[in-house]
């Protein structure tokens, strides 16, 4: 006995339905172009934290370092669409203490500022870079005793 046209059409409303939740499913997990672009604008800059600077790169990265060093500096990596008009600042804070604030010498692609033992003190530390205000990216370390 063939299928009733009713349950045809029951069964075109079901598949229907089913195809509007799952096209609506990947609307909802697409990506908005806001997103995109913070994310692409986070990706310009990223900072790497080190004990020496040689032949313009960073020597030693880590993310923990003794508290018995002469210097530990803040190496940024700069986006090659990176405005460079404006001076770059590193500001240093130990917990949420601001300890200083250092002009970031750029050199084409990369800035680096350094902050000496006589400021260093055991604890957790960040360095934020900063370009008029808006705040590019922020690296965390630790200084520890050994």
Same mark, same amino acid.
């Given at each position: &006995?063939? $299928?009733?046209?009713?349950?045809? #059409? ?12 799952? #096209?609506?499913?990947? &609307? ?5 172009? +806001?997103?995109?672009?913070?994310? *692409?604008?986070?990706? +310009?800059?990223?900072?790497? &934290? ?6 313009? *790169? ?15 500096? $803040?190496?940024?990596? #700069? ?18 203490? *601001? ?15 350094? #902050? !000496? !033992?006589?400021?260093?003190? +055991? ?24």
């Amino acid at each position: &006995m063939p $299928a009733s046209p009713l349950y045809r #059409l029951w069964k075109g409303i079901v598949f229907f339905v089913f195809l509007i939740f799952i #096209l609506l499913g990947l &609307m909802f997990f697409e990506k908005s172009p +806001e997103e995109e672009s913070i994310e *692409k604008e986070g990706t +310009e800059v990223y900072t790497e &934290m080190c004990l020496l600077i040689a032949s313009g *790169k960073p020597v030693n990265a880590d993310t923990v370092f003794s508290l018995n060093i002469n210097k530990i500096f $803040a190496y940024s990596f #700069l986006g090659a669409n990176f405005n460079r008009n404006d001076t770059v600042w590193h500001v240093w804070y130990q917990d949420s203490e *601001k300890i200083k604030e250092t002009l970031c010498k750029i050199d084409g692609l990369s800035c680096s500022s350094s #902050l !000496s !033992s006589d400021s260093l003190r +055991e604890g957790n530390w960040s360095v934020d870079t900063r370009q008029s205000g808006i705040l590019l990216g922020i690296r965390q370390f630790k200084i520890q005793s050994q």
